[in-house]
Nanobody, 116 residues
Framework: QVQLVESGGGLVQAGGSLRLSCAASGRTFSGYIMGWFRQAPGKEREFVAAINWNDGTTYYPDSLKGRFTISRDSAKNTVYLQMNSLKPEDTAAYYC?????????WGRGTQVTVSS
């Protein structure tokens, strides 16, 4: 059974940093693009970042380029999201999944709260 478990969220002041982790079990994601997504209360889930598992090519929406960095550790089967210069509008639950998402892979997510 495939599981994606997100961790690393928390409460941080504006301007601070957090590093999220997504540990995958049950399969490797070689050949896939893995992504981070977020959902704030009352808003639709949105794309945050993605990485090609094989060659490390990364993808970001223009609005987040320069502040967020996605990476992966193939040996640990883990994807990371380094978030810098955090803003209150980054407050959301963060999830990892394939990109495009696979419905059955959604995990519990990890909450990020940025205080002003």
């Amino acid at each position: 059974q495939v599981q994606l478990v997100e961790s690393g969220g928390g409460l941080v002041q504006a301007g601070g940093s957090l590093r999220l982790s997504c540990a995958a079990s049950g399969r490797t994601f070689s050949g896939y693009i893995m992504g981070w997504f977020r959902q704030a209360p009352g808003k639709e889930r949105e794309f945050v970042a993605a990485i090609n598992w094989n060659d490390g090519t990364t993808y970001y929406p223009d609005s987040l380029k320069g502040r967020f960095t996605i990476s992966r550790d193939s040996a640990k089967n883990t994807v990371y999201l380094q978030m810098n210069s955090l803003k209150p509008e980054d407050t959301a639950a963060y999830y990892c999944n394939t990109n495009p998402p696979t419905r059955r892979y959604w995990g519990r997510g990890t909450q990020v709260t940025v205080s002003s």
